[in-house]
T-cell receptor, first 110, second 113 residues
């Protein structure tokens, strides 16, 4: 699986959009971008994934650049409950497990 | 609620002992994954089972073993426990399509004293 690079931490004001970047310059054509988050020692929570088109669900939007070398996870109206570690993972499929890096610790400020 | 159930939630045991962690996957999911998360290592993939068969192995120690039963629940057995085995152990499940996401349980916190 391709390696990803994320900032170790970010702050965002409550009610604003939180934009979390991820670089994955070595991504290959069949690899998807997945986002998960982990709220203080709970199990990681699946947020969204995509291949090359932008994706949106009830939790977030995923914007993938045209060259697929980077992506941004957008939480449109951040709340205090969105404070968590966010993991960006690139993988060719769920078959062999996902490799989690250190992620971005997002802190939502009141 | 992810639909993945792990028991027990907490386990405290002594060095040298053996424990079994249990995982029930989401209804319809055939694949089960085990992960270990310790303070200094982050989330480490241990092993994956698909429909009762071992499918992939990660950083799993020889003292650890797992199996998936015909009803698809899975157990992770940890033996000859050491202090360093203290960690959160997560189970995840997925439908086995190419890009299906994993859904995680809330883990078992193991403390070895």
């Amino acid at each position: 699986d391709a390696k990803t690079t994320q900032p170790p931490s970010m702050d965002c004001a409550e009610g604003r959009a939180a934009n979390l970047p991820c670089n994955h310059s070595t991504i290959s054509g069949n690899e998807y971008v997945y986002w998960y988050r982990q709220i203080h020692s709970q199990g990681p929570q699946y947020i969204i994934h995509g291949l090359k088109n932008n994706e949106t669900n009830e939790m977030a939007s995923l914007i993938i650049t045209e060259d697929r070398k980077s992506s941004t996870l957008i939480l449109p109206h951040a709340t205090l409950r969105d404070t968590a570690v966010y993991y960006c993972i690139v993988s060719g499929g769920g078959a062999d497990g996902l490799t989690f890096g250190k992620g971005t610790h997002l802190i939502i400020q009141p | 609620d992810s639909g993945v159930t792990q028991t027990p939630k907490h386990l405290i045991t002594a060095t040298g002992q053996r424990v079994t962690l249990r995982c029930s996957p989401r209804s319809g999911d055939l694949s089960v994954y085990w992960y270990q998360q310790s303070l200094d290592q982050g989330l480490q993939f241990l092993i994956q089972y698909y429909n009762g068969e071992e499918r992939a192995k990660g950083n799993i120690l020889e003292r650890f073993s797992a199996q998936q039963f015909p009803d698809l629940h899975s157990e992770l057995n940890l033996s000859s426990l050491e202090l360093g085995d203290s960690a959160l152990y997560f189970c995840a499940s997925s439908v086995i399509s190419y890009n299906s996401p994993l859904h995680f349980g809330n883990g078992t916190r193991l403390t070895v004293t």
